[in-house]
């Protein structure tokens, strides 16, 4: 038998600061691949054809009260204005293992919902952060890295995406 590895701690950075105590929650981004339907002369079904990412990577997260900093880089041009790094440490009850997670991200807060604000009640403020780059280490391994504007897209150690570049010349 074996009991699932569940997450016991996190804490969240934002461009370096520790929201330690304050981070409530974090929704780490879906990560999403767009693809279409094909069906050629010959073939008896459809086939699903990649075609890269789809939609938007979005993480968004809550902090139960006031951080200042969080409106610093409010409706900055740059697609990677903010940093944030999630760690968490995933731990299973019928041994005593930790595994340790990492979540890098890149990207711009493109929500800030202070919530409801009334005297002497909880205040928690929602944000979303739109990214353009994202990396999942587990156990000190990457096991997911995108970068988006790079065109990087690497699978334990593997680029999916250098011959394409080769290919681009670039």
Not at 80 to 101: H, I, K, N, P
């Amino acid at each position: 038998m074996a009991l699932p590895k569940k997450l016991k701690g996190l804490n969240l950075f934002g461009n370096g600061d520790s929201y330690q105590g304050q981070v409530q929650s974090v929704t780490l981004p879906t990560l999403t691949r767009k693809i279409e339907e094909w069906r050629g002369g010959g073939m008896d079904g459809t086939v699903g054809i990649d075609m890269g990412m789809d939609g938007l990577m979005t993480c968004q997260w809550t902090v139960g009260g006031l951080i200042e900093s969080i409106f610093d880089n409010f409706g900055a041009s740059r697609i990677d204005a903010d940093l944030l790094r999630m760690t968490g440490s995933y731990e299973r009850d019928d041994v005593d293992e930790v595994s340790a997670v990492e979540v890098v991200m890149r990207g711009r807060h493109t929500e800030i919902d202070m919530g409801d604000a009334q005297s002497g009640e909880n205040t928690e403020h929602q944000v979303t952060t739109t990214l353009s780059y994202y990396r999942l280490d587990i156990d000190g391994t990457t096991k997911i890295e995108i970068d988006l504007p790079n065109n990087v897209l690497k699978v334990n150690g593997e680029d999916r995406l250098a011959k394409r570049r080769q290919a681009l010349g670039i």
